[in-house]
Every structure is written in structure tokens, then in C-alpha cells.
């Protein structure tokens, strides 16, 4: 049975759902922030300048985008990221993508890549992470439909976020 969900929900969209339900908000009502704040800057140049040999920006159905891909026997899907700062919001990032391949029949493992730290990561779908996503599906269309954003909660993430004049000052 594929459970694809109706509303477009992108891997950003499942990334902001675990780091802040709020961000969540204003991205999917389309109030953005900043985007030429100076760590979204560094992030694309971490991504531009990694990996360079790469096609990147691999994209399905218009719904998710991945950096790029590999075949080596298995599918890997690869997600190049500026810091391991919000990991595990970026971990159920690479884990959507990989749930979301999965319904379409495509068997893949994922690699998370901070280049600048010299780190990898390699993201395998588990059954206990598969059986949570129908509720993270819901989960985001109930918030994003909401008529006012979920309340601000202090995150140690929160000065360097777009957002941050619309939540605390």
C-alpha cells in the first residue's frame, strides 16, 4: 500500500517539522526570512564547492530533493550539510527521502555529509523510524493548515535561525 502523502511535503518540510514546529509554519505558508542571511549563504557554498564532480540536486515528483546519488549495487542517496548542528532534524530529512523511495518500490540507504567537519554519516531506514512517518505526515499538513503558527519555543538553534525577529524580538 503506498502512503504518499496528498500535500506536497518536502524532506525541508520533515526537516523543520523535528527542529521547530514553528519554522515549519512560516515556511509552508511561504513567509521567508532572510535568505541572504549570512549561515543559508555558507550552506550553499558548502554545497556548491562539495562534491563538485556530482549532478546534484536530484529531484522526484517535484516533492523531494536530494544533493545527488550514487550507485555502487544499492542506491545511496547523499545530503551534503554545512554543520552537524541540527543532525537529527537532518538525519529525519534523509530518512523521509528514503521512506518516501521506498513507497515507490525503490530500495536506497542514505549518506549524511558535512564536509566542512570532515564527517559522514550513514542513514539506514529502520521499522521502527518507517511506522512513525503516516503521523509526521499528518502531523505537518494539520500544522501547516493551521491558521497561526505554533508557539515559539527556545531552541539552542534559535539565534541563527531566519525566523528568529519573528519569534523573539
Not at 536530484?58 to 555502487?72: G, P, Q, T, W, Y
Request: glycine share 2%; net charge positive; charged share 35%.
Amino acid at each position: 500500500m503506498c502512503l504518499i502523502p496528498l500535500m506536497k511535503i518536502t524532506g525541508v518540510m520533515v526537516q523543520y517539522y523535528v527542529a521547530c514546529k514553528r519554522e515549519l509554519w512560516f515556511f509552508a505558508n511561504h513567509i521567508n526570512m532572510n535568505y541572504d542571511n549570512v549561515y543559508i549563504e555558507l550552506g550553499r557554498l558548502v554545497h556548491e564547492k562539495s562534491f563538485s564532480r556530482e549532478k546534484k540536486n536530484i529531484s522526484i515528483d517535484n516533492v523531494i530533493s536530494f544533493d545527488f546519488i550514487k550507485k555502487k549495487g544499492n542506491l545511496v542517496i547523499f545530503e551534503i550539510k554545512k554543520s552537524s548542528r541540527l543532525e537529527e532534524p537532518v538525519r529525519w530529512q534523509l530518512y523521509y527521502y528514503l521512506w518516501y523511495l521506498k513507497q515507490k518500490g525503490i530500495e536506497a540507504e542514505g549518506i549524511l555529509t558535512y564536509p566542512k567537519e570532515r564527517k559522514r554519516e550513514k542513514v539506514t531506514l529502520k521499522k521502527e523510524i518507517e511506522e512513525r512517518f503516516p503521523e509526521i505526515l499528518r502531523d505537518i499538513e494539520s500544522i501547516v493548515k493551521e491558521q497561526n503558527p505554533p508557539k515559539p519555543k527556545k531552541k539552542p538553534y534559535c539565534k541563527k535561525c531566519t525566523y528568529y525577529e519573528l519569534c523573539w524580538v
